[in-house]
């Protein structure tokens, strides 16, 4: 069944589309949420999470925009894993979690959506597969040896990639170059 | 300003990366935790279990995280403790001071002086050559191995080995247990009896995580052109548990990038030992961590071990922690009865130069 088949059943109230939901997707939402955890929590919490997650599904199918499931359910899926290490404390920083802006555009970083805004147009701007690298690790949390073993990728080469990436989206912060220039 | 990366990437939608873990639930167990959910009367949820990890790791004695944390950082690489930063749960930092105590050797330095020059390096250079897996035994292979990715990394490291008058050792096979790695050199027994997965909280499957398949850690190495090698995996003591270590040998005239940095911190107890072969061992044994290192004819050897002096905590059972409940605190005699485990002769034939 398709994003489509089971979009339309589950605006119909039809559990099918639920459970084709689950069938299909619970593989990523379950990647998803396992590796923000890492092993921070057990198994049943990335159950329960992953549970969590299609029971929003359900809940919000009628204002679900999209035409695809995938990225919505793996947006949700990610927020459930923050807020679950949010919540018991667990939710640690990193120096390289921190992307230190300086400059003139500084100021108009100040706004938490603008900075958002300008991050994830940076990082769409990105080449592949500094993007996929970027996003595997900052997005999905993966670990940097996880990132290779999928990327067939030495390590050293996605720690390189993830600095490079790094300076680079700094850069293009500081200097509203790239796809926000003017902005 | 500061801005956090992984704050600022919150609902953004991503369509298309694979992503796969072995700890995803089945659908059929999430279809019944909604079915109870949404429908209640339909189904029934699988209860959680009474003891919550969270709970646990909450309650988890700094010390202890901080054993945990290390020890997990050791399995990425020895090179990696030269400074780690560590952070608590709650989001404290503390910085690990960690002096180097390895023997003056040429292997030594030039891993260190190749430690602090290639973080720069890595980026400083236009032509990445190190986007692709290169092919086994090139000399692009060669850099990768040891992370030199750029043209500048490439000549600073060529510089290095120069100075120190080493060459580069290739990597000859990964292994796993023990006899694959008799079989690839001929030899037998010269690691210690290995414990017997499955059998106790070091090697078995996962107490915390019900029907976990996997291991706490997987034992794993590899051997490199000229003998040297690095080895994680587990010793069976007398007394019936087993130890996890690290094993690192160092071939004289080879590099190996941070196979020859031991890294320790402050409070050890230090103390030498002679092996049944004469070999002179130095043992030092930490709160949450053990060394040994010997120099041999042809090479050294550095051991780092996985446990310490202080008993682990009987509530420090997740995750990274997992393995250290119900092992008692290593002793003195257990650390000197691992480190003569070790047939240093057999150590010492391998590294042919």
Known sequence: MDDALILQKLRAGDPAGLGAAIET?????????ANQLRRRGSREDIEELTANVFVSLWENRLSIRSGRLRGWLGAVARNE?????????????????????????????????EARRLLWEAVDSLTEPDREIFLRYYYYDQSIPAIARDMKLHREAVKSRLRRGRDKLRDMLEREEGPFHGA | MEHNIRDLLDDYTEEEIPLRSRRSPRPETVQKRVEARLFPGEASAPRRPARSLLRTLRALPAAALLLSLLTVTAYAGLSSLLSERVYTPEGAR????????APESPEFQAALDWEQRREALDLAGENDIGLDQPEPGSQEALYAQNGAFTQAAREALDGILEQYGLTMAALLSPFQEPEELYALTGRDGFLPPAGQPGQDPWTGPDPNIPGAEHQILLPSGALYEGGSLTYSGYALLSGGGTVPYDLTLIANGRFLAGAGIITRGDGFEEWSLTAQDGTALTLDLGSGQAFVEARLANGAVFLFVRAGAEPPDEDTDIGRVAAYSG?????REMLEELAVSFDYAALNALCIG
Do not use: H
């Open chain 1, 81 to 113: 894993g923050r807020s679950f290490l949010r919540k018991n404390r667990l939710l640690t920083v990193s120096p390289e979690d921190v992307l230190l802006i300086s400059g003139d555009v500084a100021e108009k970083l100040l706004e938490r959506d």
């Open chain 2, 94 to 101: 503390e910085e690990l001071i960690l002096n180097l105590g």
């Open chain 1, 25 to 33: 997707y619970t593989g990523y939402v379950g990647a998803v949420i």
């Open chain 2, 327 to 331: 092992f008692p605190p290593l002793t």
